[in-house]
């Protein structure tokens, strides 16, 4: 159809969308045409806006490589991710254990570990930690042969990816559960870290004056035919940046109890018991946001 005005747009695109023989490419495209249109309509974005949106738009590719998923921090820094996490599992994530977003740093391939095993794979300074946990169905049977996938920053905030101090792999490990569900490693306490800031996403953060610092937290994937894969984080309920998380990843569900013992002394110890609740379903691998 022939553009009269700025009214025939939306229709024209729609119609041009419609043709497409994929049924859910049309629903998700055409929804998007709609919200978006009437995104620039109401804010009414000018030429200059729209040129910053197409710099934006590739400053987050240019940013993006092997080591690093700029997508995947924006697309947390404004809570869609956490959102798509909780519209897709559970009640809406209000479920024993709550899903959470995977976020940028997972990498397939991590070491696979006997049970009690380190994380460390080099010298990491930090609290000793040690955690227990047990894998079980929502009727409370233990899950036994789930594996689970492990990762954390050191006590610095930084993931081995993007430290060239840290051995490959450190801090990163795959547990398989026994038969009562039950798996447990060593490690150091995790620290808050802030987000990577020296892309467009910090950029975006640091015009809403927000602050970019994570609440200490541990990543599990637990994987076992039968269930959907379950992806989250647990987090220590004295950190204090819990309510301000700047990707929104914190539930109730999260917050585990990392309990000091024997604190001021040579076997000063954390300790964090914690329950993964799987649900029946498909069970998946997401794709890795780094390599």
């Not at 450190?170 to 808050?192: C, E, Q």
């Not at 994937?221 to 700047?246: A, I, M, N």
Request: proline content about 8%.
């Amino acid at each position: 159809m022939l553009i009269q005005d700025q009214s025939d747009v939306t229709e024209a695109v729609l119609k041009a969308i419609g043709q497409a023989p994929d049924a859910r490419h049309s629903q998700i495209l055409s929804a998007l045409v709609r919200h978006l249109h009437a995104f620039v309509r109401e804010v009414r974005v000018t030429e200059e806006e729209l040129e910053f949106a197409f710099d934006f738009l590739n400053r987050i590719g240019q940013a993006s490589n092997d080591r690093h998923n700029e997508a995947a921090l924006f697309s947390d820094a404004l809570g869609v991710s956490t959102l798509v996490c909780l519209m897709n599992n559970g009640a809406g994530g209000a479920t024993e254990t709550a899903s959470a977003l995977l976020g940028p740093f997972w990498r397939l391939n991590a070491p696979e570990l006997e049970s009690g095993a380190s994380l460390l794979r080099c010298p990491t300074p930090g609290t000793p930690l040690l955690m227990r946990g047990l894998v079980r169905d929502r009727a409370g049977n233990p899950i036994a042969g789930a594996r689970v996938d492990v990762w954390q920053a050191s006590p610095t905030g930084l993931y081995e990816n993007q430290d060239q101090r840290q051995a490959e792999m450190n801090l990163r490990g795959v547990f398989t559960a026994d038969s009562d569900g039950r798996f447990h490693f060593t490690s150091v306490r995790p620290a808050g870290y802030p987000v990577p800031m020296d892309g467009p996403t910090g950029d975006m953060l640091r015009a809403q004056r927000r602050q970019p610092l994570r609440p200490a937290h541990l990543h599990f994937l637990v994987f076992r035919e039968g269930y959907k894969t379950l992806v989250t984080q647990v987090f220590p309920g004295d950190d204090p940046h819990l309510e301000y998380d700047p990707v929104f990843g914190v539930t109730p569900a999260l917050v585990g109890r990392y309990e000091m013992q024997n604190e001021g002394a040579a076997d000063e110890c954390c300790v964090l018991d914690y329950e993964f609740v799987m649900q029946p379903g498909e069970a998946r691998l997401p794709v890795p946001p780094i390599k």
